[in-house]
């Protein structure tokens, strides 16, 4: 076990679903980004090179969604059961050490 994670979350490994939610969340802000690029481009090419990769990380987005949805993550479906879910989640968050 590295210490320096251990450290920081004061648990002893970072959980699949922490995980899995930070690339998910990187997924979206990397597709608003490409979106922003997109849109400001003037060049044909840099536009279409910009829509290629907007198009993977698309992709990306939907295989990691897909994942946090096959194991229980997320309920984008059933929004009261995700509702839940955050605030026990907010709660675990909130009771980790305090690491200074």
Not at 25 to 37: E, I, Q, V, W
Not at 79 to 98: F, T, V, W, Y
């Amino acid at each position: 076990m590295n210490p320096i994670v251990e450290n920081l979350t004061g648990m002893n490994a970072m959980t699949d679903q922490v995980i899995a939610t930070d690339l998910l969340m990187a997924c979206k802000s990397g597709l608003k980004n490409y979106a922003a690029a997109i849109s400001e481009s003037a060049s044909p090419e840099v536009r279409n090179t910009l829509n290629a990769q907007f198009g993977k990380a698309v992709g990306l987005h939907e295989r990691m969604f897909n994942y946090m949805r096959d194991n229980g993550y997320y309920n984008a479906y059933d929004p009261a059961q995700q509702l839940q879910m955050d605030i026990q989640n907010a709660d675990k968050a909130l009771s980790l050490p305090n690491v200074q």
